[in-house]
């Protein structure tokens, strides 16, 4: 069975504190991508990566970053976290054109 | 990008066949029509996707207007897991990254199934 993994369902972090969102798969995927979901605004792409090292910015990159070391590994940063930073946070990969497999999500919450 | 308009709900009973509209009138020639869902709690997964003739897999049925303009989403017989957020897209396929290309979705359909 296909995964892609994320390191928490829930996180709580406050103003300013440095925050690391890691997601894992494990189906030799070349492209990883990070988006967030918000009520009322649906899914929107912050990043992606088409391979090892190589990222590419989103539609809302601004205040994040990211990291691709390993291939089945690509984290996302947030330098320094803000409230308006609160929301769901969804990883997902795939190969070529093909559908993309997402996580189960991680919302985090900045107090 | 092309946009897709959808209903913002359904209900439907368990058991029954559930038809979700989708319109896209914008849609252009390179563009693949493309659903997903997202139960609650998780992230969405890939249901089914076409281009221009009808397409069935283990998870549902396309049915794609012959103007392509609309389309439609069938689950043949629904259960109460298949209560859930729709969403149609549109990808094109004449994009030049290949498949490192973000999803949009928008608003969706949220299906309510009816035991």
């Known amino acids: ?111 | 990008d092309a946009k897709t308009t959808q209903p913002n709900s359904m209900e439907s009973n368990e058991e029954e066949p559930v038809h979700l509209p989708c319109n896209h009138s914008t849609i252009s020639g390179t563009d693949y029509i493309h659903w997903y869902r997202q139960l609650p709690s998780q992230g969405p997964e890939y249901v089914i996707h076409g281009l221009t003739s009808n397409v069935n897999n283990r998870m549902a049925s396309l049915a794609i207007a012959e103007d392509r303009k609309s389309s439609t989403l069938i689950l043949h017989r629904a259960t109460l897991r298949d209560a859930a957020v729709y969403y149609c897209i549109l990808r094109d396929r004449s994009y030049s990254g290949g498949g490192a290309d973000g999803l949009t979705f928008g608003k969706g359909t949220h299906l309510i199934i009816q035991p």
């Open chain 1, 1 to 111: 069975d296909v995964k892609v993994t994320q390191s928490s369902r829930y996180l709580v972090k406050r103003t300013g504190e440095k925050v690391f969102l890691e997601c894992v798969q494990d189906m030799d995927h070349e492209n990883m991508f990070w988006y967030r979901q918000d009520p009322g605004l649906g899914l929107r792409l912050i990043y992606f990566s088409y391979d090892v090292k190589m990222k590419e910015k989103g539609d809302i990159p601004e205040g994040y970053s990211v990291s691709r070391e390993k291939k089945e590994r690509f984290s996302l940063i947030l330098e320094s976290a803000s409230t308006n930073q609160t929301s769901m946070y969804l990883c997902a990969s795939n190969s070529g054109d093909n559908e993309q497999f997402f996580g189960p999500g991680t919302r985090l919450t900045v107090l």
